[in-house]
């Protein structure tokens, strides 16, 4: 069974920096398409990056030239990245994995493999 566990989270103000890491314990995981997700309470659960198996990267647009996701297949991690942390970044951040190499899409729906959450929370 897939096991993603994330971790990194935590309280920091706006302008600030984290790191959140996801480890995975399955290897095809290391050549599979791997994401970051938030959500926060009520609102539906939105892409932020996704890293694929040759290391390619997108980006949601309000994250873009903020945070920064990258793998080490090596150590099994997915990491993010995080700079100039806002207030609007506060959520419970998940990383995922599809099945396949290539990451096509941010949509949560296209990935069937989920950690349980860390929170950020960024205060002004």
């Known amino acids: 069974q897939a096991q993603l566990v994330e971790s990194g989270g935590g309280s920091v103000q706006a302008g600030g920096s984290l790191r959140l890491s996801c480890a995975y314990s399955?290897?095809?995981?290391?050549?599979?398409?791997m994401g970051w997700f938030r959500q926060a309470p009520g609102k539906e659960r939105e892409g932020v990056a996704v890293?694929?198996?040759?290391?390619?990267?997108s980006y949601a647009d309000s994250v873009k030239g903020r945070f920064t996701i990258s793998r080490d297949n090596a150590k099994k991690i997915l990491y993010l990245q995080m700079n100039s942390l806002k207030p609007e970044d506060t959520d419970m951040y998940y990383c995922a994995a599809r099945t396949g190499v290539y990451c096509y899409t941010l949509a949560p729906r296209d990935f069937g493999y989920w950690g349980q959450g860390t929170q950020v929370t960024v205060s002004s």
């Open positions: 890293i694929d198996s040759y290391s390619k990267t």
């Open positions: 399955r290897s095809p995981y290391g050549s599979s398409c």
